[in-house]
């Protein structure tokens, strides 16, 4: 069955580091545009980068520009968030998502908590 499985969150200090992982099994990672998620207390979701299916096109939130890098590699059928500069306002529920024209399927998340 499909699966994406993210890990790598946890508690950093304010400009700290950070690299999220997403381990996707399933279907054709290759075939699929990817993206990162967060969603922070009494937000809604919001899409934080997202890398076409051969991780040459890649877009950013405003929030996060210069500071995120999204990537994948397709071989391993992984896709990747190195996050740098961190700030308070970046904690929240990191998801991951894979998207065609025929659907999308979500990650269960993972925690990033930026705090001192």
């Known amino acids: 069955q499909v699966q994406l499985v993210e890990s790598g969150g946890g508690l950093v200090q304010p400009g700290g580091s950070l690299t999220l992982s997403c381990a996707a099994s399933g279907f054709t990672f290759s075939s699929h545009t990817m993206s990162w998620y967060r969603q922070a207390p009494g937000k809604e979701r919001e899409l934080v980068a997202s890398i076409n299916r051969f991780g040459v096109a890649t877009t950013y939130a405003d929030s996060v520009k210069g500071r995120f890098t999204i990537s994948r590699d397709n071989a391993k059928n992984t896709l990747y968030l190195q996050m740098n500069s961190l700030k308070p306002e970046d904690t929240a529920v990191y998801y991951c998502?894979?998207?065609?024209?025929?659907?999308?399927?979500w990650g269960q998340g993972t925690q990033v908590t930026v705090s001192s």
């Open positions: 998502n894979a998207y065609r024209a025929t659907g999308d399927y």
